[in-house]
């Protein structure tokens, strides 16, 4: 059953006969790394950059299978290293966790590869045993939940709340919320909230971007009476979002442009 991670339950009837946005809030945080490993990356660089290394790695791994494949694997990586520690490695075993965590996502999403597409260019190559072998050390270490709850699977509840009637105008606040998830993913700063709060946030970002002054209060505060909601974590979490979604990001005089331009090529 290939995995989709906007609805990572779904399919999966007889095991979760109540899947639903409910199930995914009371089953998110069996998908995140550990308190002890979020404040060991905050309090050591050498841990921070195993990390980055890894996910360097990964990138490299799967940059032509698309950006799904890519985050679901970092999210195994968080896992695992917060399972297992976040000692430094030799770089040879690094680069096996990333190949292992790549070939593991690759097989959830039901996406088409040999392990030749993951060897690259760094210089390691490692046999189908081997690589099988770690596959397993992650498996374990995961407790196999490999369907991933991210930020993705809240994405679409959380915008709409928003009443949101245009389908043009609601991909653009989608689109652009997925954008910034892609992007948060790096950020160690937001691996303590959860992916429901994560969604949140980049929804509110998206929508602060889009809309005008007029509709975001609206919008604000419809996220802030959602139940599921921890207010408190939810300005936390929205203030480091905001910091990350603008660098580099476009004005909001240019998301209205795109806008318009999707918005043609509808009417059309």
Excluded at 238 to 255: F, L, R
Aim: glycine share 2%.
């Amino acid at each position: 059953m290939e995995l989709d991670l906007e609805n990572p339950l779904s399919n999966l009837n007889d095991l979760f006969p109540t899947a639903s946005t409910p199930s995914l809030f009371l089953l998110e945080s069996h998908h995140m790394p550990t308190l002890y490993y979020i404040n060991t990356l905050k309090a050591t660089h050498l841990d921070t950059s195993v990390r980055r290394e890894a996910i360097s790695s990964i990138s490299q791994l799967s940059c032509k299978f698309g950006p799904f494949l890519p985050y679901l694997a970092i999210t195994y990586l968080d896992r695992f290293l917060s399972s297992q520690g976040v000692a430094q490695p030799n770089t040879w075993v690094l680069r096996l966790v990333a190949i292992s965590c790549v070939s593991l996502a690759a097989k959830m999403m039901k996406t088409d590869f040999s392990l030749a597409d993951f060897q690259g260019d760094g210089g390691f190559m490692f046999d189908a045993q081997t690589v099988e072998r770690m596959e397993y050390l992650i498996l374990g270490a995961l407790k196999w939940r490999m369907r991933s709850i991210t930020p993705f699977s809240f994405v679409s509840f959380f915008i709409s709340l928003f009443k949101v009637k245009d389908p043009p105008l609601k991909q653009a606040l989608k689109a652009r919320a997925v954008e910034i998830i892609f992007k948060a993913q790096l950020d160690t700063k937001l691996l303590e909230f959860k992916p429901s709060t994560i969604a949140a946030s980049a929804v509110l970002s998206a929508s602060h971007q889009i809309f005008d002054g007029k509709q975001f209060p609206s919008f604000k505060k419809a996220i802030f009476s959602c139940s599921y909601v921890n207010k408190e974590n939810l300005v936390k979490c929205t203030n480091w979002v905001e910091e990350i979604a603008m660098e580099g990001s476009e004005s909001i005089w240019d998301y209205q442009h795109i806008y318009q331009h999707i918005y043609f090529q509808f009417r059309e």
